[in-house]
């Protein structure tokens, strides 16, 4: 059964820093392109950052775009999404899955709160 749990959110203060994980089992993902997505209360949920299956192309809404940066770690079947220079705004559910997303591998999320 595919897993993709992700963790790393909590509650920072307007600039500063967060580091989300988002540990894949049960597959391999290294040959997917993979995604953070994030949901805030009463909207969809919206792609912010993407990654080539090869990590060689990256995506990255204009919200965040100079602030955030995704990797991943094909050997350990991992995503990261490095979060800088947060803003309120940036406050939301995050959740990674495959780019496009593949509607049964969706986690719990982890929630990011930025104060202001």
């Known amino acids: 059964q595919v897993q993709l749990v992700e963790s790393g959110g909590g509650l920072v203060q307007a600039g500063g820093s967060l580091r989300l994980s988002c540990a894949a089992s049960g597959r391999t993902f290294s040959t997917y392109a993979m995604g953070w997505f994030r949901q805030a209360p009463g909207e969809d949920r919206k792609l912010v950052a993407a990654?080539?299956?090869?990590?060689?192309?990256?995506y990255y809404a204009d919200s965040v775009k100079g602030r955030f940066s995704i990797s991943k770690d094909n050997a350990k079947n991992t995503v990261y999404l490095q979060m800088n220079s947060l803003k309120p705004e940036d406050t939301a559910v995050y959740y990674c899955n495959a780019n496009p997303p593949i509607r049964g591998y969706w986690g719990q999320g982890t929630q990011v709160t930025v104060s202001s």
């Open positions: 990654i080539s299956w090869s990590a060689g192309v990256t």
